[in-house]
């Protein structure tokens, strides 16, 4: 059993067989996550997962099983040896391909999940407005802001619907957590993705946390937007799934991340 780095989340491990390699994650019980908690955390990744692999434009870890430690859960996928992702195109035109996958009518998915440690809601609903909605108020709702940022972040709730007027949003699906951490490629070159957050969502809520941190070239964007077109007011929408992201670091990691989401919420309530 080799221990691998990377995770912030979860303990990983590659368990060697006779015949077979595994990538192994775990969870132990602590203040934040109760045993049970764990193992939903580990349920809802193998269902992102699956969902994933069922509209055959990615690849991804096939996983295997779920199971209870003594004081937690861990999580059995296929092992796919990783390289640095190089094909950044390719991996535009897959992306695309994924949100362009026909779905369900209705926006959120069979079991709410986690962003990161982060239980995410998602519950079904027939608008895209509703779940972010939903989504957002639970985020402030960790955060409990006090002040100006309750009210700034009070006002951007009951406004949200203005940030969508005129477009016809249908269901994609979307990775959830697809930052440059979250990407590879196997031996072929092909990318991988991994570790998602799943959800029948907006698309463009995808591009937030891959813009926030980097990691993606122009040729991505370029061929992600050759097969989905950027709509009027993305860059405005795009701030608005920054704040999602940021607020839920604020929650995971500390204050360090407040002023940053002070910043968003006065930008798009300006």
């Not at 991996?91 to 779905?103: I, S, V, Y």
């Not at 799943?198 to 463009?204: F, I, M, N, P, R």
Request: net charge negative.
């Amino acid at each position: 059993m080799t221990p691998v780095s990377g995770g912030c989340i979860s303990t990983a491990h590659i368990v060697e067989t006779s015949d077979q390699k595994y990538f192994v994650k775990s969870h132990t019980a602590d203040s934040f996550m109760t045993k049970q908690m764990c193992k939903s955390m580990f349920e809802a990744e193998l269902h992102g997962l699956n969902a994933l692999r069922h509209t055959h434009t990615i690849r991804v870890p096939q996983p295997l099983r779920v199971g209870d430690l003594s004081s937690g859960a861990f999580l059995i996928l296929e092992y796919i040896p990783l390289t640095r992702l190089r094909d950044h195109r390719k991996l535009g035109h897959q992306l695309a391909n994924l949100h362009l996958f026909e779905g369900p009518s209705q926006f959120g998915f069979d079991s709410n999940n986690y962003i990161g440690s982060t239980m995410q809601p998602n519950g079904w609903h027939d608008t895209w407005v509703h779940l972010l909605q939903e989504r957002l108020q639970y985020q402030f709702d960790c955060a409990q802001f006090t002040g100006h940022m309750k009210n700034m972040a009070d006002k951007l709730i009951r406004r949200l619907t203005q940030f969508f007027k005129g477009l016809d949003i249908r269901p994609s699906l979307v990775h959830g957590d697809l930052w440059a951490g979250n990407c590879a490629a196997d031996s072929s070159g092909e990318p991988v993705v991994f570790d998602p957050a799943v959800y029948w969502g907006h698309h463009e809520a995808e591009l937030s946390i891959m813009r926030m941190f980097g990691g993606f070239t122009l040729d991505f964007y370029d061929a992600y937007h050759e097969r989905i077109p950027r709509a009027p007011g993305f860059e405005l929408r795009a701030q608005i799934y920054e704040l999602y992201h940021t607020v839920n670091h604020y929650n995971m990691f500390g204050s360090g991340y407040l002023d940053q989401c002070q910043r968003l919420l006065e930008r798009i309530l300006q």
